[in-house]
């Protein structure tokens, strides 16, 4: 079955305490995007990556690192979490358009990962 | 960069009541609108999409329109049912045509529909 798989669903941690959220993959996509998510404000960009050891900034990537050293896998990492940081977070992934034809756009999200940080 | 804004926040209609979100748009060279639902406890599914190539699409019970001299989208959803209870995201997007880049997807706010038996 074609997915995203995030880990862990839920969390709670506090100030400080450096933590991962794991992002894989099964659909061989080069493109890999983070997105939080907070009432009132929609989805926000925090990093993507458009292809191995390639990820740039998104809108919000204030605390937050990245590293794409394999195609299927996108960690999320935060090094000193901070309360501002409590969000829902969505990891997606999509292939880009080839050379000559449109890309379909479509993004596949994760469930999604609860984050509070105390 | 890109800015959308989505109205309304909240959404309240009846069974068999059409719905309907507008978006709008800051960035003239987007060209790519996509819809996503998002049900409880959900990460976000694409139900729709429009290029600026055309200016309305429809599948079934969702259609989307575009303006592009006014910059702004809508959703239109006709003969709701409470299973379209959701929150919907717009999105606005550069995608090349012609090459393997992907544009940065830029997402409103978000509506919350509830559909009322």
């Known amino acids: 079955e074609a997915q995203v798989t995030q880990n862990p669903r839920y969390l709670i941690t506090v100030t400080g305490k450096k933590l991962t959220v794991t992002c894989s993959q099964n659909?061989?996509?080069?493109?890999m995007s983070w997105y939080r998510q907070d009432p009132g404000l929609g989805l926000r960009q925090i990093y993507y990556?458009?292809?191995?050891?390639?990820?740039d900034k998104g809108d919000v990537p204030e605390g937050y690192k990245v590293s794409r050293k394999e195609k299927r896998n996108f960690p999320l990492i935060l090094e000193s979490p901070s309360p501002n940081q409590t969000s829902l977070y969505f990891c997606?992934?999509?292939?880009?358009?080839?050379?000559?034809?449109?890309?379909?756009?479509?993004?596949?999200f994760g469930e999604g990962s609860r984050l509070t940080v105390l | 960069g890109e800015n959308v804004e989505q109205h309304p926040s909240t959404l309240s209609v009846q069974e068999g009541d059409s719905a309907v979100i507008k978006c709008t748009y800051s960035?003239?060279?987007?060209?790519?609108f996509p819809w996503y639902k998002q049900e409880l406890g959900k990460g976000p599914q694409l139900i729709i999409d429009?290029?600026?190539?055309?200016g309305e699409k429809k599948d079934q019970r969702i259609a989307v329109t575009l303006n592009k001299t006014a910059k702004h989208f809508s959703l239109h959803i006709t003969e709701t049912q409470p299973e379209d209870s959701a929150v919907y995201f717009c999105?606005?997007?550069?995608?090349?045509?012609?090459?393997?880049?992907?544009?940065?997807?830029?997402f409103g706010q978000g509506t919350i529909l509830t559909v009322h038996p």
């Open positions: 997606a992934s999509t292939t880009p358009g080839l050379a000559g034809a449109p890309g379909t756009g479509e993004l596949f």
């Open positions: 659909m061989n996509h080069e493109y």
């Open positions: 990556s458009m292809n191995v050891e390639v990820t």
């Open positions: 960035d003239s060279a987007s060209n790519y």
């Open positions: 429009i290029r600026s190539n055309v």
């Open positions: 999105a606005a997007s550069i995608v090349m045509i012609g090459g393997t880049s992907y544009g940065k997807l830029t």
